[in-house]
């Protein structure tokens, strides 16, 4: 049978937080884990990931803090988004630019005042920035974006269940864990990627191999610049 247009425009992917996806380097400050940059190549067709690379780039300098915003659902009430921007070498290699984590139950703010668990099967939208960071792209590299449900040891673990995060206070205690499964929505209309610098966008869309290319994004606040 044939895919309807609703699940053309979704792509998902299971997380499971007895195997969760490795820390592979980034601000750790870990002698456990590898720190700095490091290749990510390994994780991509791993499970509990989904990967979105562009074209070649004809060159692209960003500086600043790259905005995420990604519109989900899940089969659970409570998940983890995780990304990792890569720099993708003409050779092959993948390497760690920037990522960061955001808990779905944090979707109106951080207190606990804010706390709310999802709605399984509903559609919800993280918005969060990463890290500010600046790099050159030189011509011929590419943009990667790696998606996943954890980023382990760097962040704790999600238990998945909606229940205390820290059980005992203990802030890697995994009580009844369960395996979610995490739909993206990748229409081009409410994931995307906004990148620091003259008026740069990414939808999630554009990643794919079927169509991955550099949008322009009108931000306001780049008008009389």
């Avoid at 984590?101 to 920035?129: K, M, V």
């Avoid at 590419?142 to 238990?159: C, D, E, T």
């Amino acid at each position: 049978t044939s895919a309807t247009a609703s699940e053309q425009n979704e792509q998902s992917f299971s997380s499971d937080p007895m195997q969760p996806s490795p820390t592979l380097g980034g601000k750790t400050l870990s002698l456990a884990v590898p720190q700095g940059p490091t290749d990510h190549s390994s994780l991509l067709n791993a499970p509990g990931h989904l990967y979105f690379e562009t074209k070649n780039l004809d060159g692209l300098t960003l500086s600043g803090a790259p905005r995420v915003v990604l519109r989900f659902k899940a089969d659970v009430t409570d998940v983890d988004l995780c990304v990792r921007l890569l720099d993708v070498y003409p050779d092959g290699r993948r390497m760690l630019i920037d990522d960061g984590c955001h808990r779905a139950r944090f979707i109106n703010g951080f207190t606990q005042q804010d706390e709310q668990l999802l709605t399984p099967g509903s559609w919800y939208t993280l918005d969060w920035e990463l890290p500010v960071f600046f790099i050159h792209l030189a011509p011929g590299h590419r943009l990667g974006l790696l998606v996943s449900g954890s980023n382990y040891p760097l962040y704790n673990r999600n238990m998945q269940t909606g229940g205390e995060m820290y059980p005992n206070q203990n802030a890697d205690t995994l009580v009844n864990p369960q395996v979610a499964q995490i739909s993206l929505d990748i229409s081009g209309q409410g994931s995307f990627l906004e990148l620091p610098g003259p008026k740069t966008m990414l939808n999630v869309e554009s990643y794919s191999p079927k169509a991955s290319e550099v949008h322009p994004f009108p931000n306001p606040g780049w008008e009389g610049f």
